[in-house]
Structures are given as structure tokens and as C-alpha cells.
């Protein structure tokens, strides 16, 4: 059942993905503020409105939202609010809750050209491509109303203070109330598992993709320098002890990434080939996540200089130092 603690509330709503359900906040600021805004779908919805009749409220008493990052489990029951709704999140959502047919077709030559490049066998571009259509299907389709930046006081939030955090998305942000350091941080950082690293085309205006994995790092190391206390995820239980976390999280991804280096030495392989050596089982029902996993596992080892490239065709092979 939904209640107030300290002037958040917490909504956990199911989602048709693996991951299971998503959180979004209510924050009591100068406009009540949703943070988040789960999956466009009916069970969503129906959460939704129950939840939101625990505190004695309904979506009309609603007045903005901020979204954390762009994912459908995110951002999909935007299309269920009214449209005059306040919506702020970082600019790099916007290319993603609002694609139009030129975004559809530079994502499709981008995933085209990469894949040669990762050397993935043809067969598998269709599929691919046809889950991430999918997927977006849960999404919405409407437009940000403002934008939020690194160190913006949110709309109507006095206290809190926008903080980004690339890697999962290019376009997460977290939010820190200064006064007790309590975050509310999407899926920068979660209790159960590590969020993947999600490979995105090249930015408005630039030619080079994002290094997402590498992005993850800098932001949870980023996020060290801060004085914070309770930890509100995206998916799963609150942390209260970040630092360790982010630690471990570190330290066990320096240690994956190793694997890849012993897997590279002696020998050349291309991204495709270490990720069936990485997800032997599942490389092809989730091609996606794992070669998402991989070509950031590449790019690591790439900024401590322990591996070299050549391009072999189309294609990349890489080994170790």
C-alpha cells in the first residue's frame, strides 16, 4: 500500500519486461510532483490509480512530472495523463518519447553499420531490430514541456538539485534532496543487479556513439563525491549503504572486464565472438542486453589502453596487450 514517508511516496508498477515492476515517486514539493512514470499499458494504469487512492489521490492532482531517463518502463503512461500536463527531464529524452520517421531511419542505419562492424551474422538484424520496435511499443509518444540540467533546482522542488548520470541512458539524471541526501535515482544504481549498459546512436550532432559502460563508470564515481544517505531505485528495494555498493559494482565489472582481456589474449575475435564466449546460453534469445554487455566490456578495456583494433573488412578484431 502507497504512503508518505518524509514527502515521498513510492508506486511500484508492474511491467511486461524481465525486470518486473518499475517504481515511480510522488514528491510533495510546490506542485506535487510524479517522478517516473511506469509502462504504457492497462495493468500499469489500473496500479497506477489504485496506489495513487491509498493517499487519497487521483491522476488529475497531478501537477508535473520528471522523468529520470527515457526507457519505456520509465515514460509509457505519459500517453495516459492529460496532455497538458508539465513534463521536464533531461533533452536527450526527447529524441526517444517523441521519434518521428528521420529518428526511426538513423537508428536503423546506425544498428545497420554497427553490426557489420561487430561482425554479427545478418540473420540476426531483423530480429533485433524488431524487438527494440517491440519494446517501444510500451513507450509514449508526446513531447518534453521543459528541460533539466546538470545542477538545475527541478521545477517547483526547492531543495533538490538535478544531478546527470549517463551510461544506462544518455539522457539519466538523478535527483538529490541536499538537506538529508535523499536521491531518487532511476536505474543509475540498483540493490539487486547491475543496470546494462544501453548502446544508443551517435548524439544530435555527433558522429562517435557513447561509450555507455565507461559513461556508468564516471557517473558512479561521480556520484561518490556526494553526501548521500537514502537511495529510491528504479526497480527493486531502497540502498542505504551507496558507497560500498558502488564499490562492489565497480570492482566486479574491472573483474568481468578481465575475463574478456584473458579471453582476447593470444588471439583476435571480433565483439560477436567474445559475446558467445561471455553468454554462451543466451547470446541469441537476448542479443540485445548481452552484445550491449559486451561492446561495453570492449570499450573499458579500450580506455586503460589493454587491448588493440584492426579493422579486418567491415568488421573489428580485437586482442590483448
Known amino acids: ?15 511486461p519486461f524481465p525486470v518486473g515492476d518499475v517504481n515511480a515517486y510522488l514528491i510533495k514539493g510546490d506542485r506535487l510532483t510524479l517522478v517516473d512514470a511506469g509502462t504504457k499499458t492497462e495493468e500499469s ?18 501537477e508535473q512530472v520528471i522523468l529520470t531517463h527515457d526507457h519505456p518502463d520509465h515514460v509509457g503512461m505519459l500517453d495516459y495523463v ?11 529524452n526527447e ?35 524488431k524487438v527494440m520496435k517491440k519494446t517501444l511499443v510500451f513507450s509514449c509518444n508526446r513531447s518534453l514541456t521543459g528541460t533539466i540540467q ?9 531543495g533538490w538539485k538535478v544531478i546527470e548520470t549517463p551510461g544506462h541512458a544518455q539522457s539519466h539524471i ?3 534532496r541536499e538537506k538529508d541526501g535523499t536521491m531518487i535515482a532511476g536505474d543509475t544504481i540498483l540493490a539487486g543487479i547491475s543496470p546494462n549498459p544501453i548502446l544508443e546512436p551517435p548524439l544530435p550532432g555527433e558522429t562517435d556513439r557513447p561509450k555507455p ?4 563508470n564516471q557517473s558512479l564515481k561521480k556520484l561518490q563525491q556526494y553526501p548521500i544517505g537514502l537511495v529510491y531505485t528504479g526497480h527493486g528495494t531502497e540502498i542505504t549503504e551507496l558507497q560500498s555498493l558502488i564499490e562492489k559494482r565497480l570492482a566486479r565489472q574491472h573483474d568481468r572486464a578481465m575475463q574478456v582481456k584473458e579471453m582476447l589474449e593470444g588471439r583476435e575475435l571480433t ?51
Open 150 to 158: 546538470e545542477n538545475d533546482i527541478p521545477p517547483a522542488l526547492p
Open 213 to 216: 559502460l565507461v559513461q556508468y
Open 45 to 62: 494504469w489500473k496500479s497506477f490509480k489504485a496506489q495513487l487512492a491509498d493517499l487519497k489521490l487521483k491522476p488529475e492532482d497531478i
Open 95 to 129: 529524441r526517444w518519447i517523441n521519434r518521428n520517421p528521420e529518428f526511426e531511419k538513423e537508428q536503423k542505419e546506425f544498428y545497420e553499420k554497427f553490426f557489420l562492424q561487430l561482425a554479427i551474422p545478418g540473420q540476426y538484424f531483423v530480429p533485433s531490430m
Open 1 to 15: 500500500m502507497a504512503e508518505w514517508k518524509n514527502g515521498i511516496a513510492k508506486l511500484t508498477l508492474p511491467t
Open 82 to 92: 492529460s496532455p497538458d500536463l508539465d513534463v521536464h527531464g533531461h533533452h536527450l
Open 271 to 321: 565483439v560477436f565472438e567474445v559475446c558467445k564466449l561471455l553468454f554462451p546460453t543466451v547470446y541469441e534469445r537476448e542479443l540485445n542486453l548481452t552484445i550491449s554487455e559486451t561492446v561495453g566490456q570492449i570499450d573499458y578495456l579500450q580506455s586503460l589502453d589493454a587491448i588493440s583494433v584492426r579493422e579486418e573488412g567491415n568488421s573489428f578484431v580485437y586482442t590483448a596487450k
Open 174 to 176: 538523478v535527483l538529490l
